[in-house]
């Protein structure tokens, strides 16, 4: 018998009548039928307190350590990592506040309780309770059917990067185990970045932020480190103490005055979003024609500068970087400081002064935050930024850097292996619901899908296990909608989560997930120092929520594969095993009930300091890069033949170079009707969309546009007002934020905001989510997500 859900959400109840005393409400007996909540009850004042170590496993490199009281088998409150045991530089993984509110995620009245099927249409959020059996089975069922109509290409797992560890997702061996599945490659967050990186300089690779206590110079494009890494002991703790410790001049390139920025910096430089390349270009032809470009480095360690460093192929076709930016090359327009200032909105002659710092100062490190790529035109304002150091010759020494995101030094851990995959297509990660629509019509040239020339087959089976990437996260949540509404097009979706959230709505069988610190867990992470957290379950097993590998156990026993899937292995006991693996690499690591007593570990990085490229350049023909050419591509031949063969719309044309190309919707593609450039950028209270639906939170950052006081006076906006933000999109509600900390024109939104609209009403989002207002459209060469490139109107909400 199946329970139907009750007709008053625990959302609402709580906003009704205060998160304590709904917390109270749902304790005790009457909680043990509840299809949502923690059934949490008060902790007599006498009961003794357990201590357990845990972890966030959330997508933020932090990883922090947390400390995790309980009284009675229940959570009462939970700290960050205060030992000092194996300290380093007194360093302590203190995790930051969205750390610390766990409590209330944990005893959330939208925690997941049982296994539930949809009984409404998809997206409407209406499920009923039904058995651990019954899910397993239907799901065996629809996976049978699904392999046996279409084939194992059919199957996908999206991406979902809501928790991390040794064991945290294992649903790929399980797929692998019978037959594979579609795979994807890049990600959200840096697929622009992680895609174009290969060609220019071979693989992934920054220098630690201690690099810069030996730099006089720099300069960050579209970092916000204080607050997209702000807890643990990585990008926030390294980068506060550098910002105390450096000689450097510190600048920050962004189109907001970031927390980051006003915490310390010497200059902020606003500049209009998505013209990065744009001032890189102005920056190069200063550096030219005053003789500040470093001719032995270029034609020692790079490809493409000039005419001498380019592949035979492509000589004498004033293809080169110097043709591009002095107006020889493919527009003949040249790359003055002046042309970049009508793009970017700097002045030229602040151009000029930041050029001539760049080409006189004596340790350059370049630095570059995630923002910058996340754009239509993000592989050429990525590519630009790794370019500028080597035109200066700025890279491989003491207080340099490559331009790529800084790096991290951290404790490496082995995951539960994968298997193979016997379906070697892989599809770019942004255009899952095109594989959904029109899966067999996506190839090499006209999708970029890569280990094979095409993808066989449309999405019919979907599992997706700890996200919100099915909507929230996705580019045009009414287009995505539309397509995962469509029964016909994908006709199965599993999800696993601890929340209803918004993408879990479209779940046909919704299935409840566990936190990473209510069951045996490991990581490794780091930032200038290394460090691992191990940790137990802090509370017994709450109503029947499972944890992935026993759920990936359980449909592996149902398809008759459990014993190639687990190998005759606990959970625990793979962590074990492959720790113990880790231990005879190193040696030094602690035994494993060492490391369960401890929590912490921390290893202080071998080197010191990592700089980035540093090999390379002390001995490039015994280091060469894992480029085409061995060296750093300032023109990319690769990158060229694929702008020459690939099925690309006429907007869509690109080069090998690192050049400037307008955004489809951006600061020179405005219109009257959408006037304002709009951006995202991450948030102090969530990581993507995780804690978003957490009170306190959302009430200490309130969602808001923020908006500079010419735009707002123009349309009679004062901060606080509800205002409304438009386009041929969508449309969202939330709060103004005036404010002179972003450049005139530009309005900007925080991400991962919670979607709220009726999908089978007006689709008006109440909930601020910028994914309403996004274009589906992937970038040009990587194919990946573009979200911070659009254009809209705000007006005020009358009352």
Known sequence: MSEAMPTLSRRAFVKTTGALGALAAVGGAAATDSLFGSGVAQASAD?????????????????????????????????????????????????????????????????????????????????????????????????????????????????????????????????????????????????????????????????????????????????????????????????????????????????????????????????????????????????????????????????????????????????????????????????????????????????????????????????????????????????????????????????????????????????????????????????????????????????????????????????????????????????????????????????????????????????????????VSMIGTGGDTGYMIAGQPCTSRKFERKDPYEIATLISRAMGTEEEFTEGKTQEEWIKELYEKDRAKDPSLPTYDEAMEMGVYKKANPKGKTIALEAFVADPSANPLKTASGKIEIFSESIEKLAETWDLAEDEQFHGLPMYIPEWYGVETTTEENPLVLTGFHYRGRQHSSWGNIDILKEANPQEVWINPADAQERGIASGDTVAVTNDFGETHLLAKVTPRIVPGTVAISQGAWHEADMYGDRVDKGGCINTLTCYRPSPLSKGNPQHSNICQVTKIAG
């Open 47 to 519: 009961s003794e307190e357990k201590v357990t170590w845990g972890h966030c496993a959330i997508n933020c490199p932090g990883r922090c350590a947390l400390r995790i009281h309980t009284k009675d088998d229940e959570v009462v409150w939970v700290e960050g990592d205060t030992s000092d045991d194996n300290n380093i530089d007194d360093m302590q993984v203190r995790c930051c506040l969205r750390g610390r509110s766990y409590r209330r995620w944990i005893n959330h009245p939208d925690r997941l309780n049982y296994p539930m099927k949809r009984v409404g249409r998809r997206g409407e959020g209406k499920f009923e309770r039904i058995s651990w059996d019954e899910a397993i089975d239907t799901i065996a069922e629809k996976l049978k059917y699904t392999i046996d109509t279409y084939g194992n290409e059919a199957i996908y797992i999206h991406m979902g990067s809501g928790t991390s560890s040794t064991t945290a997702r294992p649903y790929w061996r399980m797929f692998n185990v019978l037959g594979g599945s579609l795979q994807f490659y890049g990600s959200y967050s840096t697929h622009q970045l992680s895609y174009t990186t290969p060609f220019v300089i071979g693989s992934g690779s920054g220098s630690t932020l201690n690099v810069i206590d030996d730099a006089t110079l720099y300069l960050a494009f579209g970092s916000n480190t204080t607050v997209t890494t702000q807890g643990g002991g990585c990008g926030h703790t390294d980068y506060v103490r550098m910002r105390e410790k450096t000689k450097a001049k510190i600048i920050h390139v962004d189109p907001r005055l970031t927390d980051t920025v006003a915490g310390h910096c010497d200059e902020w430089l606003p500049i209009n979003p998505g013209t990065d390349a744009a001032l890189i270009a102005g920056i190069a032809h200063y550096l030219i024609e005053h003789d500040l470009v470093d001719l032995d480095f270029l034609h020692t360690y790079c490809v493409g500068y000039d005419e001498e460093t380019m592949p035979e192929a492509y000589k004498g076709k004033n293809m080169s970087y110097y043709a591009y930016i002095m107006g020889e090359g493919y527009d003949k327009v040249e790359k003055t400081p002046e042309w970049a200032s009508r793009i970017t909105g700097i002045a030229p002659q602040k151009i000029e002064e930041l050029a001539q710092e760049i080409g006189t100062t004596e340790a350059l490190f370049v630095d570059q935050g995630y923002g910058s790529q996340r754009r239509s035109n993000g592989e050429w304002n990525c590519w630009a930024i790794m370019a500028l150091p080597a035109l200066v010759g700025q890279v491989g020494k003491p207080g340099t850097n490559s331009g790529y995101p800084h790096g991290s030094y951290s404790i490496s851990l082995t995951s539960i292996p994968n298997l193979d995959n016997p379906i070697k297509a892989q599809i770019p990660c942004y255009l899952y619901t095109d594989a959904i629509d029109h899966g067999h019509e996506m190839t090499a040239k006209n999708a970029g899908v890569k280990s094979g020339d095409a993808v066989k087959s449309d999405i019919k089976f979907m599992f997706y296990g700890a996200g919100n990437c099915l909507t929230n996260q996705h580019g045009d949540i009414n287009r995505t909608h539309d397509i995962l509404a469509d029964e016909s097009k994908c006709e199965f979706i599993v999800c696993t989560n601890t929340v209803l959230c918004d993408s879990a709505k479209y779940a046909d069988i919704l299935l409840p997930d566990s936190f990473r610190f209510e069951q």
